[in-house]
């Protein structure tokens, strides 16, 4: 009997899949811990749990060879509590109630097997239900451990015969450390699946902070931009009409440029390339009245590292046309012993005293590429930005 239900058992969890891990370590871990469904019925999983009790068959072994209706009562007693026990180890809601009731049912296979030697699977069925109880390797081996040891004291004392006492301690070893193998193995599953639902939940979060980013950069230089001339458009509609028209004909420009932009950051394209970065730095500086000195060429980096570089001469520039009112912006590139540096400094009014959105991001970027970011406030604004070269 113990031999077919370790059997049964690791054949059962054997088609358990990966998809299927967190549903089967919530059922076994604490048995009975599924809801039914909402048609009244058992849920199928409780169902399944029951058909452990075939085996409990043998069971009726002694009381049909002694045909003696004293006996039958007892077994009938016995075997109904044992039923009792076991469908409240099949419903049970918290582990403290799957110890209590398992603890019944040892306490009953012990005291019952003096009477009843072929019930002694009762303790087959400690040992197979207590690794699915317990995730403590020290647990489950302990009660394993005292099974055993009870069923040889107890047949040591009662002069039991040793096939009597012996089978039952046997088979507790086997069931029990298959079953905890078994065990070991659904748990592995789930949480490997937790992992890999974790991971996909950070991926996620990672790519909707880097659209954030990414949008937050296109459009607030685009939209500075559009503003800028927008308002000097504005001041030479009276004036000089000719260069208001050209003023706002160069905002339907950019306006056309910030569309293609969005829709190419959506697509995961980031940036036409340093050099047009900086090329596009001088045209919106030159509209806000600043001047852009650009001490040194733009080093040959990687694809990576020209993104994140372009990008954050974007949103320098871009903090330059909103805040700075400054009148001078100087940009160097220095690139040495496998590092370059970018800095970019401008005489406005500084004062920075906390990171929004942009300087976060670019922050970020940099970090991301094992770089270091640095700003300085107090003498205009100067940024300064350190990133490993990897590849040219």
């Known amino acids: 009997m113990p031999l077919g ?12 899949g990966p998809e299927d891990a967190n549903e089967a370590l919530r059922i076994h ?29 043998f069971f009726f072994i002694e009381p049909i060879a002694r045909h003696n209706l004293r006996y039958w009562l007892q077994f009938a007693g016995a075997y109904g509590l044992f039923l009792v026990i076991y469908s409240g180890l099949v419903h049970a809601r918290t ?6 009731l398992l603890s019944a049912m040892c ?16 303790l087959v069925y400690v040992a197979a239900f207590i690794p699915f109880i317990s995730d403590s390797l020290a647990v489950v081996a302990g009660t394993i451990a005292f099974v055993c040891a009870a069923v040889a004291i107890e047949g040591y004392f009662l002069q039991i015969s040793p096939w009597a006492w012996g089978f039952p301690a046997f088979f507790c070893v086997v069931v029990g450390g298959t079953n905890l193998l078994t065990s070991q193995k659904i748990r592995s599953k789930a949480k490997l699946q937790l992992a890999q639902e974790e991971i996909e939940q950070l991926a996620k979060l990672a790519e909707r902070e880097r659209i954030a980013r990414d949008l ?31 003023e706002i004909g160069e905002v339907e420009q950019v306006s056309r440029k910030a569309l293609s932009e969005v829709r190419e950051a959506i697509r ?10 900086i090329e596009r730095a001088h045209r919106t500086l030159d509209a806000a009245g600043v001047t852009l000195t650009c001490e040194s060429k733009p080093p040959s980096l990687s694809a990576a590292e020209e993104t994140v570089i372009a990008l954050a001469v974007r949103e320098a520039v871009t903090n330059i046309v909103r805040h700075a009112q400054a009148s001078q912006c100087r940009m160097k590139f220095v690139s040495e012993k496998g590092r370059t540096s970018l800095t970019v400094e ?3 009014r500084g004062n920075i005293r906390q990171e929004g959105n942009g300087l976060r991001g670019m922050r970020e970027r940099i970090e991301s590429l094992g770089g270091h970011f640095s700003i300085d406030g107090n003498q205009g604004t100067r940024i300064n930005i350190d990133i490993p070269v990897r590849s040219a």
């Open 5 to 16: 239900v370790w059997h049964s058992i690791a054949s059962g969890c054997e088609k358990i």
């Open 29 to 57: 871990t604490v048995p009975g811990s599924a809801k039914p469904r909402r048609d009244g019925w058992p849920d199928k999983n409780r169902l399944y749990d029951y058909v452990w009790l075939v085996y409990s068959v």
């Open 95 to 100: 582990k403290t109630q799957s110890y209590l």
């Open 107 to 122: 306490v009953l296979g012990l005291a019952y097997l003096p009477i009843n030697n072929s019930a002694c699977g009762m």
């Open 216 to 246: 937050h950069d296109v459009l607030g230089h685009t939209l500075s931009v559009i503003v800028l001339k927008s308002e000097l458009a504005g001041r030479l509609f009276e004036r000089d009409p000719e260069r208001a028209r050209q």
């Open 268 to 277: 995961g394209y980031r940036s036409e390339g340093l050099a047009a970065e």
């Open 346 to 348: 401008d005489d406005g």
